[in-house]
């Protein structure tokens, strides 16, 4: 029974760590807009199949992973520049339709730029098992947690250290008064998608060896990450990662001990009993007013 426990937590938290990095993409672009970025789900897509891509071009595993990244936030940085960047004073929802109609026109872009087979993306350090007290473990998800462990940290250097992460940080607490002391809340906007978008890439090119990846792919994972953000906090950094981890946990664990058939019913059912029992989710989000 242990080692059967200790197999289900190292699949919640593999699964768990990924669902973080897609709900810190939603919490930044939300900290900047206050709009929920539908399409953060196809920039998880964008960058898996991306590095299927240039691996399956020859090039080497690091220069690819790092080329899918970067094509993905390329990616993000279009998305704002060219529609929500020019409808930047619609209101929120109008916002948000957009962010649904760039997923599908990504979605369907996806198509016709690979195909839609289900495509494998090699693991980063082989694919023979660990055996830990019972359980085993691949070794890509130590990569999936650690890799997550040092994209966290590495967060927290840029938003405390960086004149652009304190930008950003500034603008998720008051808006008006980061205007008033000279921050540009456009670039702020702009910096966010594309940092939002290089996370949702660092989750696709992690998760691609154990789920496979394909044009679809993003969809599921996207409105799991929402529900993780929702889940801790929508706007929480905190509450991104602590939501991701729970919703992970709670997957795997359902799935074990319950029934597989309802592995993907529990992140809908989370969204329902956050928005009603506690709308600001575990740490709550930050608190901000529209001006």
């Known amino acids: 029974m242990s080692g059967a426990w200790l197999q289900f937590l190292a699949g919640g938290l593999t699964i768990g760590a990924i669902y973080a990095l897609v709900a810190l993409g939603f919490s930044i672009i939300f900290n900047a ?4 970025n539908f399409a953060q789900g196809e920039f998880v897509m964008i960058g898996g199949m991306s590095a299927v891509s ?4 020859g090039l080497p595993m690091p220069i690819a992973l790092l080329g899918a990244v970067a094509v993905t936030g390329v990616v993000g940085l279009l998305l704002e520049w060219l529609a929500v960047g020019r409808a930047r004073k619609a209101d929120v929802v109008t916002l948000i339709i957009i962010t649904i109609g760039a997923s599908i026109f990504l979605r369907g872009l ?3 730029v690979w195909d839609k087979s289900i495509h494998a993306l090699p693991p980063l350090s082989g694919d023979a098992p660990i055996s830990i007290l019972g359980a085993t473990i691949v ?9 997550t462990v040092v994209v966290v940290a590495a967060l927290s250097w840029f938003f405390n250290r960086t004149l652009l992460g304190k930008a950003m940080l500034a603008t998720s607490y008051n808006r008006f008064a980061a205007q008033l002391v000279g921050i540009e809340v456009r670039k702020v906007l702009f910096a966010s998608f ?9 989750a696709g090119v992690l998760i691609a060896p154990i789920t496979f990846t394909s044009y679809d792919a ?3 994972l996207g ?10 906090g929508l706007g929480s950094f905190p509450g991104a990662i602590v939501g991701g981890v729970v919703l992970g946990l709670l997957e ?7 029934s597989s058939a309802y592995k993907d019913v529990i992140a809908f059912v989370i969204i329902l009993v956050v928005l009603f029992v506690r709308p600001d989710g575990i740490l709550g989000a930050v608190k901000s007013d529209r001006v």
């Open 252 to 258: 795997a664990l359902g799935a074990g001990y319950l």
């Open 54 to 57: 240039f691996i399956g071009s």
């Open 110 to 112: 996806a198509q016709l």
């Open 218 to 220: 993003g969809i599921m």
């Open 223 to 232: 409105l799991k990450g929402f529900a993780a953000a929702m889940l801790g």
């Open 139 to 147: 070794p890509q998800s130590l990569w999936v947690i650690g890799v």
């Open 33 to 36: 807009s206050y709009v929920i």
């Open 194 to 202: 594309g940092l939002a978008a290089a996370l949702g890439a660092v």
